[in-house]
């Protein structure tokens, strides 16, 4: 079992940063894949970014590729997102999520563990 809790979350105006945190709970924190999600209101839940268990290798969506980065610290058992030249298009809430195996995937379905979300909020 792994229990996730997001934080980082806010209001900030087009442009700026963020850095969303993710904790997680459970012994083995490090044999999981993690993923970032965001879902805005009426629109289905996307895929943002995703690291392997050793951060060799990640994903990203189209739209935030060249401006989000996600790291891991393992020792921590922590995930982030940071979260550069925000736009309002960007305004979700975020999601972190946990994939049993090393296989870096980008559909929410194959994800087990899922936290509750933090709010992103991007003015123009």
């Known amino acids: 079992q792994v229990q996730l809790v997001e934080s980082g979350g806010g209001l900030v105006q087009a442009g700026g940063s963020l850095r969303l945190s993710c904790a997680a709970s459970g012994r083995t924190f490090t044999y999981y894949v993690m993923g970032w999600f965001r879902q805005a209101p009426g629109k289905e839940r996307e895929f943002v970014a995703a690291?392997?268990?050793?951060?060799?290798?990640?994903a990203y969506a189209d739209s935030v590729k060249g401006r989000f980065t996600i790291s891991r610290d393992n020792r921590k058992s922590m995930v982030y997102l940071q979260a550069n030249s925000l736009k309002p298009e960007d305004t979700s809430v975020y999601f972190c999520?946990?994939?049993?195996?090393?296989?870096?995937?980008?559909?929410?379905?194959?994800?087990?563990?899922w936290g509750q979300g933090t709010q992103v909020t991007v003015s123009s």
């Open positions: 999520a946990a994939k049993k195996d090393n296989i870096v995937t980008t559909t929410p379905p194959e994800y087990h563990y």
């Open positions: 690291i392997s268990w050793g951060g060799a290798n990640t």
